[in-house]
């Protein structure tokens, strides 16, 4: 199974919304409603931002929003702050009952 | 509050076999609703699921790495382990443990993580 692929880079001025795609195939996030993302600060373990394509967890900000379209999920961040600054990571459940991941986004508050 | 620690050597060499722990905290292993699981992550690069275990036992695992890869579980210390055979520099990586319900397909809960460094 190869990993999803995900924009390796994404810039956004603070206020201003960004978008990070995530593709896989018909056997993964096409198949399945089950995709998530994970924000991840330098040295620091992944945060669960999204699951089950747009759900957000209790105590997550509501400028995170997911959206899933064929093959594609997203992750919308709205309102850019300098803490969203961090490496997002996708993950989807597949047809074979494993997981796969994204490549990773790295996104910058310019 | 739910917390998962790992533990585990730091440096191996090549051919050996990666020991790892994960200690759970705030919570039971044995309470039947969730799965345990392992993910790992190269230096500089994206996540890897490993694999996942009930505390009956019922593992599965990341067919990439199925063939080198066991793991177990022991409630009587609330811990899941992993044992992952003929390391190789490629298996450098940091180990992160984590919790996933067993209703849902996302990892809610995530240990620090920590660094297995394979070198000669």
């Known amino acids: 199974q190869s990993a999803l692929t995900q924009p390796a880079s994404v810039s956004g001025s603070p206020g201003q919304s960004i978008t990070i795609s995530c593709t896989g195939t018909?056997?993964?996030?096409?198949?399945?409603?089950?995709v998530s993302w994970y924000q991840q600060h330098p040295g620091k373990a992944p945060k669960l931002m999204i699951y089950?394509?747009?759900n957000r967890p209790s105590g997550v900000s509501n400028r995170f929003s997911g959206s899933k379209s064929g093959n594609t999920a997203s992750l919308a961040i709205s309102g850019l702050q300098a803490e969203d600054e961090a490496e997002y990571h996708c993950?989807?459940?597949?047809?074979?009952?494993?997981?796969?991941f994204g490549t990773g986004t790295k996104v910058t508050v310019l | 509050q739910l917390q998962l620690q790992e533990s585990g050597p730091g440096l191996m060499k090549p051919s050996e076999t990666l020991s790892l722990t994960c200690t759970v905290s705030?919570?039971?292993?044995?309470?039947?609703?969730?799965?345990w699981g392992w993910i790992r992550q190269p230096p500089g690069k994206g996540l890897e699921w490993i694999g996942s275990?009930?505390?009956?036992?019922?593992?599965y695992y990341n067919p990439s790495l199925e063939s080198r890869v066991t793991i177990s579980v022991d409630t009587s210390k609330n811990q899941f382990s992993l044992k992952q055979s003929s390391v190789t520099a490629a298996d450098t990586a940091v180990y992160y443990c984590?919790?996933?319900?067993?209703?849902?397909?996302?990892?809610?809960?995530w240990g620090q993580g920590t660094l297995v460094t394979v070198s000669s």
């Open positions: 984590a919790r996933r319900a067993l209703m849902g397909r996302h990892f809610e809960y």
């Open positions: 018909s056997s993964d996030i096409g198949d399945y409603n089950y």
């Open positions: 705030g919570g039971s292993i044995s309470s039947g609703r969730y799965y």
């Open positions: 275990i009930l505390y009956s036992g019922n593992a």
């Open positions: 089950d394509v747009s």
């Open positions: 993950c989807s459940y597949t047809t074979i009952s494993t997981y796969v």
